[in-house]
């Protein structure tokens, strides 16, 4: 009896480990499954808070970038002092845009059909260091509007992080061009 009591609380204590560990990878976030796979979020027109848009007037077959984050992000962000929480997802947008001269003024620039999106998942935990699309304190993902199931992104070393250098001192996003986040 003496000599099985601690086997059988190392076997349990085991058991619990992998339980919770698992528990764990599960409720990190929706978008997100055991091998860092992300999926596309697609109610965040409706549910999501908009943090701001990024306007290429030159650019009118994709120069729409309208930026969501997760309800619950912004106001935890702030509440952190500008510190992103783990599991927030953010998304970007790009949509052509159409041009028109309107009551309010000439040339007014707006959102038309979607051309692709950019997802990223904050991760503070380095939680899938062998996934090339995980790394720098995110996950990197990127879905086009033809095949919008499908990430292809490869790398985000390759494909990613080389144009957010310039956001690098922001963990990486560009937050001065989101109100929501700079407003007391
Ligand atoms: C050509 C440069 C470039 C590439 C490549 C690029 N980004 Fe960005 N990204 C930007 C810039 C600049 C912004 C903000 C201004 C804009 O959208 O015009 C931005 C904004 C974003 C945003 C909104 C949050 C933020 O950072 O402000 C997300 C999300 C995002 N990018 C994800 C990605 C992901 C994921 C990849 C790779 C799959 C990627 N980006 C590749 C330049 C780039």
Known sequence: ????????LIIASLGFVMFSNAEEG????PYVDSEGNISRPTDFREKWA???SWVHP?????????????PGVAQKYKANGGKFPDGAVLIKEVLSEASQDMTTGKGVLYSKDTVLWFVM?????GR???????GDGWGWAQFLAENPSVDVAVDYK???LGCHIPAKGT???YTYGYPVLNSK
């Open 1 to 8: 009896m003496y000599r099985i009591l601690p086997i059988f």
């Open 26 to 29: 599960d409720s990190f976030s």
């Open 50 to 52: 908009y943090l701001g």
């Open 58 to 70: 030159e650019d009118l077959k994709s120069g729409m970038h309208n930026v969501y984050a997760e």
């Open 121 to 125: 998942v904050k991760d503070e935990k």
């Open 128 to 134: 899938f260091k062998d996934n090339p699309k995980w």
């Open 158 to 160: 390759k494909n990613c």
């Open 171 to 173: 963990d990486w996003i």
